[in-house]
């Protein structure tokens, strides 16, 4: 009996792992900029206190206690926003995200999406995938492609999203999730 639940947990473990996993391979690329925040530094965050704080502080640090990562990965390279897309379609699948909703604005693509929570306003994780095209780069050419994937786990109101976005200047277009409810 101890043998099948060693086995059960190992197998389970390296389940749940893999889900933190899929996109760490653009941690170390060259053509990826990343960002990950883990539950620690969250926790750390979260468990600041200052009798001066505002209502909208107390509440960004009241939503980081329910959130366990957050990983940002940004490219300028077309091979690496290339396998950026077939990794986050996979993974969209494998996981069976929903499609909360998309925004177009010009050139620029954006793709929301969810693992449902115990409600509707409670998800599991909150996916973003952004994808675009500037008109100049920083060398002076015409346009390059920008690919942005945001990934966030934990117990997420979609309703206080913004001020998470605010407070820690991740990508605006995350604001479009209250607008798009």
Same mark, same amino acid.
């Given at each position: 009996?101890?043998?099948?639940?060693?086995?059960?947990?190992?197998?389970?473990?390296?389940?749940?792992?893999?889900?933190?996993? &899929?996109?760490?391979?653009?941690?170390?690329?060259?053509?990826?900029?990343?960002?990950?925040?883990?539950?620690?530094?969250?926790?750390? /965050?979260?468990?600041?206190?200052?009798? =001066?704080?505002?209502?909208?502080?107390?509440?960004?640090?009241?939503?980081?206690?329910?959130?366990? +990562?957050?990983?940002?990965?940004?490219?300028?390279?077309?091979?690496?926003?290339?396998?950026?897309?077939?990794?986050?379609?996979?993974? &969209?699948?494998?996981?069976?995200?929903?499609?909360?909703?998309?925004?177009?604005? +010009?050139?620029?693509? /954006?793709?929301?999406?969810?693992?449902?929570?115990?409600?509707?306003?409670?998800?599991?994780?909150?996916?973003?995938?952004?994808?675009?095209?500037?008109?100049? =780069?920083?060398?002076?050419?015409?346009?390059?492609?920008?690919? &942005?994937?945001?990934?966030?786990?934990?117990?997420?109101?979609?309703?206080?999203?913004?001020?998470?976005?605010?407070?820690?200047?991740?990508?605006?277009?995350?604001?479009?999730?209250?607008?798009?409810?």
């Amino acid at each position: 009996m101890r043998r099948v639940f060693v086995i059960l947990s190992i197998s389970l473990l390296s389940y749940t792992g893999y889900s933190q996993t &899929v996109f760490d391979k653009y941690e170390n690329s060259e053509n990826v900029a990343s960002l990950s925040i883990n539950k620690g530094l969250l926790e750390l /965050v979260a468990n600041m206190s200052s009798d =001066d704080q505002d209502a909208e502080t107390k509440e960004f640090l009241e939503m980081v206690k329910h959130i366990d +990562g957050i990983k940002v990965f940004i490219s300028e390279n077309g091979n690496a926003s290339a396998d950026m897309a077939l990794t986050m379609k996979k993974y &969209v699948r494998q996981k069976n995200l929903e499609e909360l909703m998309r925004v177009r604005d +010009g050139e620029t693509n /954006v793709r929301f999406y969810v693992k449902t929570g115990r409600n509707a306003n409670r998800v599991k994780e909150l996916l973003m995938f952004v994808t675009g095209i500037d008109k100049k =780069d920083n060398d002076g050419n015409d346009s390059s492609i920008e690919t &942005v994937l945001l990934t966030m786990t934990g117990n997420i109101e979609l309703d206080k999203v913004g001020s998470l976005v605010n407070k820690m200047n991740l990508p605006k277009e995350l604001n479009q999730i209250e607008k798009g409810k």
